[in-house]
């Protein structure tokens, strides 16, 4: 295959997109071509709030093509167009051989979330220091302890210790189920893990035994009652939506813990979860934070 690199502003990246297509790309890619740099530009998107921009102030498009003489003839007529002023042609150029299984793997190193509890991919050996070690691999459910998110959530379970007082745990919106292990892993014998993807509960089952833990793994309606820990690592929105229902499901002296949550949307967070529980920031980690609460004990 060969692929061929444009540079263009923002708001070309959408037609250069549909035009490569339509000269029989492959795939486009599109990249923030002032990546890893001090111009790097993050872009959030989530329910309820605008879309994010098609593209970057400066985007890097990739097109791939099944022949150099493909690649080529596209690169020409895009550039005879009027849409392709201000755009710039970066090359073409052939897409080396690669064992793609083995690059793929090279890209996901065990994860450190405390200097003794680490998730590690099946095709890694544990490190030395590890005393504690969830087994998860990338697959199509989110969460491989790589994203802010996870981590936070990860090292409040990891701080909570293997004490004999974690009661019943909810994961909701379990993803790959990660949260959810880490607690059994953690000391937690009564774990349910919920999403509203069948994709993301199969994940959480089989994840699960690979780890040889226990954990009931369903649909949100197998959540039921009150929790000792209620884990929520989705988005805002939602959140927010969830708050009633969410809030409803912890104990007494219960812990919610909330995360997929922008450091500029804690004060929503708060307010949306008033009526219920007093949220706080317990940790922030490259512009995300960890919201958590504590159910007063009945007196």
Not at 138 to 145: E, I, Q, S, Y
Not at 190 to 211: F, K, Y
Request: charged letters at 20%; proline letters at 6%.
């Amino acid at each position: 295959m060969f692929e061929l690199r444009l540079l263009c502003p923002e708001d070309r990246v959408e037609t250069l997109s549909d035009a490569l297509e339509a000269l029989d790309a492959l795939s486009v890619s599109v990249e923030d071509a002032d990546g890893d740099t001090a111009a790097e530009q993050a872009l959030f998107g989530e329910p309820g709030m605008p879309p994010p921009a098609e593209g970057w102030q400066r985007s890097r498009l990739v097109a791939l093509f099944a022949t150099e003489a493909l690649a080529d003839e596209a690169a020409l007529l895009l550039q005879a167009q009027d849409f392709f002023a201000g755009c710039t042609l970066q090359g073409v150029s052939a897409v080396p051989d690669e064992d793609w299984v083995r690059l793929t793997q090279s890209q996901f190193a065990p994860v450190e979330i405390t200097p003794a509890f680490w998730i590690v991919p099946t095709w890694h050996e544990p490190p030395a220091a590890a005393q504690r070690v969830l087994r998860l691999d990338p697959g199509l459910a989110f969460g491989t302890g790589t994203h802010p998110t996870t981590r936070m959530c990860l090292r409040w379970i990891a701080g909570r210790g293997t004490g004999g007082d974690w009661g019943r745990v909810l994961d909701y919106g379990c993803g790959s189920g990660i949260l959810a292990i880490a607690a059994a892993k953690h000391g937690a014998t009564e774990v349910d893990a919920v999403d509203i993807d069948e994709a993301a509960v199969q994940a959480t089952g089989d994840n699960a035994r690979a780890n040889g833990v226990q954990l009931r793994a369903g649909l949100p309606d197998a959540a039921s009652g009150a929790y000792q820990v209620v884990l929520a690592n989705i988005l805002a929105t939602p959140l927010k939506m969830l708050a009633p229902l969410l809030s409803a499901h912890v104990a007494p002296g219960g812990a919610l813990v909330l995360a997929g949550i922008l450091a500029r949307q804690a004060d929503e967070l708060k307010a949306a979860y008033a009526p219920y529980l007093a949220l706080q920031v317990s940790d922030e980690e490259d512009g995300w934070i960890l919201m958590t609460a504590t159910r007063g004990a009945p007196g």
